[in-house]
């Protein structure tokens, strides 16, 4: 079974710096689909972006980018400029390419981002 | 113009009550998933339906039984409430596997 991680309970960053999400994930499959989502306090669950794993671009949605490393399974999101707006729960996800079980997402338990005024 | 709509968006309820929560998708998605968020804020999914085609989490009690009227609803009963039930329910719909999925805004289920 596949297994995301992500280490940081919590970040803290200033508005208009730059802040680094980690995510690293345990699969043996070698072709997959990653996540990143936004959960606001409104607990909306929002798409930030996504990679397909055969695909060795890192993708980027205007601020937001990912460092896909698939040897070491990381995936990593980086948002640039903070904004208050940004201030919210963000999870890792994987996706099974090829389905399986419940055919859902496996998120990891998410970190809280706070944006400092 | 909402694209996953749950209802109710809260819901307050006894123990040992049976409770459905209702899921409608306008996407034309083929699959439809049911997940829980628990108070640590850590999601799992439940249940996927494609093509009346159900797929249980083997976690999930059988107290939770999903059913879809057709392809646009999956609605999410639950007998005999209990205390462990309370948490954030959402309903999520999706085309295709690599474009993620599309999320309602989540039903916060509260037993008593």
């Known amino acids: 079974a596949q297994t995301v991680t992500q280490s940081q309970p919590e970040m803290s960053v200033q508005e208009a710096e730059t802040v680094t999400l980690s995510c690293t994930y345990d699969?043996?499959?070698?072709?997959?689909?990653l996540f990143w989502y936004k959960q606001p306090p409104s607990r909306q669950m929002i798409l930030v972006i996504r990679?397909?794993?055969?695909?060795?671009q890192n993708a980027t949605e205007n601020r937001f980018s990912v460092n896909f490393q698939k040897a070491a399974k990381s995936f990593s999101l980086k948002i640039s400029d903070s904004q208050l707006g940004d201030a919210a729960m963000y999870f890792c996800?994987?996706?099974?390419?090829?389905?399986?079980?419940?055919?859902?997402?496996?998120f990891g338990k998410g970190t809280h981002l706070i944006i400092q005024p | 113009d909402t694209a996953v709509s749950q209802t109710p968006k809260y819901l307050v309820t006894q123990m040992g009550n049976d409770k459905s929560i209702k899921c409608e998708q306008n996407?034309?998605?083929?699959?439809m998933y049911w997940y829980k968020q628990d108070s640590k804020k850590f999601l799992k999914i439940m249940f996927s339906?494609?093509?009346?085609?159900?797929?249980i989490n083997e976690t999930v009690p059988n107290r939770f039984s999903p059913k879809s009227p057709d392809k646009a609803h999956l609605n999410l009963h639950i007998n005999s409430l209990e205390l462990g039930d309370s948490a954030v329910y959402f309903c999520?719909?999706?085309?295709?596997?690599?474009?993620?999925?599309?999320f309602g805004s989540g039903t916060r289920l509260t037993v008593v």
């Open positions: 999520a719909s999706s085309r295709e596997r690599g474009l993620g999925y599309t």
């Open positions: 699969t043996s499959e070698s072709d997959y689909y």
């Open positions: 990679q397909e794993a055969y695909k060795q």
């Open positions: 996800a994987y996706r099974s390419r090829s389905g399986g079980g419940a055919d859902g997402l496996t």
């Open positions: 996407l034309g998605h083929d699959t």
């Open positions: 339906y494609n093509n009346k085609e159900l797929i």
